[in-house]
């Protein structure tokens, strides 16, 4: 290939990014490019809760891609991408109530979007300039939300709520070991959570060099929070066989039933142990927050007035969750998904220390990174894990904490926890299902179905205690996970509610997972009528199994 060759490819190259100068026309094609694939995405919407139809995935033929040998173009290009979104949820639909995945706002859409296509890096301030500035921004509303000191209190964003949970563990890890981001671990350090904390716990351990066999694992009581005696009896056996607890994780709203722990409890026993062990540091208490965080809004909320009109039900649902987030100022650390109860896109989640000296425990020296910080002020790059950190989850979050206030996001979390309420009312007023978290008060429904013949106001009692009723809780394990075949099959084809299944909402006395149907809503959009349609939905599936079974084909 000659030169001339050469520059006429780099012309066509050029064109396929956006100018670095205002270029009116060229600027409109970039528009229009993304407009075009927005137009190609909007043709797979139906009333089905899906982009298109569920297709089958083909990874061998993914394996056998290469890359071409010649330059394409945006719309071929962007024809490609848009199909990969085929068969995708769509997580605003009010029919989607599968898990603690929102739709997210078109504020946020924008604020994760601009990153994209400036490309800041978090790594310092030379690099981000007034995303660096944001991220301090969103550390400050958010510390004053949960309750810190804003003035004390610091932040940073990671790549995923488990990216919270260890960083709060490595802060933990450096407060009982002082030498080991150098030395490493010594094998007499454990973390302690709840058997229903999330797995992630597991993972952090691993990662970390702690090991996952030094994880302990609390059980919880029948409200899925964490038995704070049992908890005192586990650290008293470590602290007295030479244990040096790195850090407990308190599960501030769990992704099955949204169990929340007992953080006030948990924290004045870890500050009992130390005086009574005389111990020469303080076991670091994480606060798991990914879901929770946002009924910290209603912390000054007057229930007894309420202004914005809830009802009764959901007004105490409301408390009762309140009650419980209102102590996580109480917590060393606390970690926040702003793309789970925040209503951005993946990936947003902040890591908070109440007190922005610990992040010291983590900082590098700077002579081993001689090609960084050679200007600006502000350098997270010297205590974060991430070097590459990108700017898209802090504006997201900053749009949508600016976007809604303290009023909207107290609307949409109160409207979303009256429609799981309202749920929960049509189920506990038929014979043949139970709510299994009643007294769980987010937006997420667990509940169980049985056929005709079950008395359902004491089976739940008998499948969790009683081991003579082991095969009782088998059959109908496997009776709801029909219901779920069912209904799925029913979603897909657009006749109803696409919700999901948990294979072990929680263990049985006797060790037997209890399988339970799950809804999970987070679309601002969903209402009555959709509620409605809900329970309609799983009558249909009772129906349909119990005609099969009598009747088999």
């Known amino acids: 290939m000659n030169q001339l060759a050469y520059r006429s490819v780099l012309d066509r190259l050029r ?11 060229h600027d409109a094609y970039f528009v229009f490019s993304i407009l075009r694939a927005l137009d ?71 604020g994760s979007l601009l990153p994209a296509i400036y490309n800041p890096n978090l790594v310092s301030d030379d690099t981000s300039f007034g995303l660096a500035e944001a991220e301090v921004a969103v550390s400050a509303m958010a510390s004053d939300l949960v309750g810190y000191d804003a003035s004390r209190s610091a932040g ?28 490493g671990i010594p094998n007499d350090g454990v973390l302690i959570a709840s058997g229903q904390s999330h797995y992630c716990r597991l993972n952090v351990a691993g990662w970390l060099g702690l090991g996952e066999k030094n994880v302990v694992e609390i059980p919880t009581n029948l409200q899925n929070g964490i038995r704070v005696e049992r908890l005192e009896s586990a650290a008293r056996q470590l602290l007295q066989e030479g244990r040096r607890i ?18 006030g409890a948990i924290v004045a026993l870890r500050d009992r ?25 209603f912390n000054d909320y007057d229930f007894e007035e309420n202004t914005l009109g809830f009802r009764p ?43 922005r000296a610990d992040l010291q425990l983590l900082v590098r020296g700077r002579e081993q990174m001689p090609y960084l910080f050679q200007s600006g002020e502000r350098h997270p790059g010297v205590y974060t894990l991430e070097t590459s950190p990108s700017g898209s989850g802090v504006l997201a979050a900053y749009a949508n904490l600016q976007l809604f206030g303290i ?54 009692d008998r499948e969790l205690s009683d081991e003579s009723a082991r095969d009782e809780l088998l059959a109908h394990n496997d009776y709801n996970r029909r ?22 909402y929680r263990h049985t006395d006797y060790g037997e997972p209890i399988v339970a149907l799950k809804s999970y809503m987070l679309s601002p959009f969903i209402d009555e009528k959709h509620v409605e349609l809900l329970v309609h939905n799983v009558l249909d599936a009772r129906k349909h199994i119990d005609e099969t079974t009598q009747h088999p084909r």
Request: hydrophobic share 40%; glycine share 8%.
């Open 15 to 25: 064109t396929q990014f956006p100018k670095p100068v205002s270029d009116r026309l």
């Open 40 to 110: 190609h995405v909007d043709e797979m919407k139906s009333e089905v809760p899906l982009l298109g139809k569920m297709q089958e995935l083909d990874y061998s033929a993914a394996e056998q891609e290469r890359v071409g040998s010649e330059v394409s173009d945006v719309e071929h290009v962007s024809r490609s991408l848009v199909s990969k979104l085929e068969g995708m949820p769509i997580w605003g639909h009010p029919h989607t109530q599968i898990n603690v995945v929102p739709p997210a706002s078109i504020a946020s859409i924008i």
């Open 156 to 183: 940073v964003f990671t790549f995923g709520g488990t990216g919270t949970a260890l960083y709060g563990v490595k802060l933990g890890i450096e407060k009982a070991f002082p030498d080991a981001m150098e030395n």
């Open 246 to 263: 790195v850090a407990m994780i308190a599960t501030m709203g769990s992704t099955d039933a949204f169990g929340i722990d007992d953080l």
């Open 273 to 297: 142990l130390v005086a009574e062990y005389d111990l020469d540091y303080r076991p670091h208490i994480h606060a798991d927050a990914v879901i929770g965080w946002a009924w910290s809004v």
């Open 313 to 355: 039900r959901t007004i105490r649902a409301l408390a009762g969750t309140c009650r419980n987030i209102s102590q996580l100022p109480l917590a060393d650390s606390i970690g926040i998904d702003f793309h789970k109860t925040g209503f951005t896109p993946y990936v947003s989640s902040l890591f908070l220390a109440s007190d």
């Open 407 to 460: 009023e909207g996001m107290r609307v949409l979390l109160g409207h979303l926890v009256e429609m799981a309420e309202l749920l929960r009312e049509h189920l506990e007023g038929h014979g043949f299902s139970t709510v299994l978290n009643s007294e769980n008060f987010g937006t997420v429904t667990l509940f169980r179905v049985y056929p005709d013949g079950v008395d359902t106001w004491t089976v739940k």
């Open 483 to 504: 219901v779920f075949r069912y209904m799925y099959d029913q979603a897909m084809d657009g006749q109803g509610a696409h919700i999901s299944m948990t294979n072990c």
